[in-house]
């Protein structure tokens, strides 16, 4: 079936580092593929989705490119900041047509940022 | 903006009782509601997807007369551990598709904060 493996936590940066997040996924036909933040004591917030293959999702100065040939969505952002600290959750849905309704989850990397 | 509402946020109860957990959509409708649950460092796993005034959906491997889910209105569903063991214990969270749309132009899906069960 499907599955998602991202990069364990915790992950500990000070402001204005580069932030890599790795997220790697298992699936048969073309997934829709997205990254979900969770802040503290809050639901999970979409972040960016792609929706086929080369495609770059953006939101909030965070991307990241579906690679169908590295089954890869890894997470980026040039100079994070103390705000961004949060849970964040790579995901996919297996059922082609860029529903975000059936989520395949991975477990959730934990990031820090110091002042 | 929209708030889904989980409650409690976290309950500790004794093996053999049963708990409720309720997810309420705030301040908008939500015809279809899923229910997710996550043991401590694994993934989050969908457990089944509830329609408003019809039986929910249960993924494979996910008891549906252990775990009770009732969406009786467009703002309310329910999820029941029945006679809970230490083993149900996790985090369990809810999300609420909405009507309205993403900056993609895909339908929100907006999460509640989750509900931390312990089973002693």
């Known amino acids: 079936g499907d599955s998602v493996t991202q990069m364990e936590g915790p992950v500990t940066l000070s402001e204005e580092a580069f932030l890599t997040i790795n997220c790697t996924y298992t699936a048969t036909g073309y997934p829709s593929l997205f990254w979900y933040v969770q802040y503290p004591g809050e639901g999970l917030q979409l972040l960016l989705k792609a929706t086929k293959a080369d495609d770059k999702g953006s939101n909030k100065g965070f991307e990241a490119t579906y690679r169908k040939e590295t089954t890869s969505f890894h997470l980026e952002k040039g100079s994070v900041q103390v705000s961004d600290s949060a849970v964040y959750f790579c995901?996919?849905?297996?059922?082609?047509?860029?529903?975000?309704?059936?989520?395949?989850f991975g477990k959730g990397t934990l990031l820090t940022v110091n002042p | 903006g929209a708030v889904v509402s989980q409650h409690p946020s976290w309950v500790i109860c004794k093996s053999g009782t049963s708990v409720k957990i309720e997810c309420r959509s705030l301040?908008?409708?939500?015809?279809?509601m899923f229910w997710y649950r996550q043991f401590p460092k694994q993934s989050l796993m969908l457990m089944a997807t509830?329609?408003?005034?019809?039986?929910?959906?249960?993924e494979q491997g996910v008891e549906k007369d252990k775990f009770l889910i009732n969406h009786a209105s467009l703002t309310l569903s329910t999820l029941t551990v029945t006679s809970a063991h230490p083993e149900d214990s996790s985090f369990y969270i809810c999300s609420a598709r909405r009507t309205a749309l993403d900056y993609s132009g895909a339908n929100v899906l907006t999460f509640g904060a989750g509900s931390r069960l312990t089973v002693l």
């Open positions: 301040d908008f409708q939500a015809t279809t």
């Open positions: 509830s329609n408003e005034g019809s039986k929910a959906t249960y």
């Open positions: 995901a996919l849905n297996g059922i082609s047509g860029g529903s975000n309704y059936k989520l395949t």
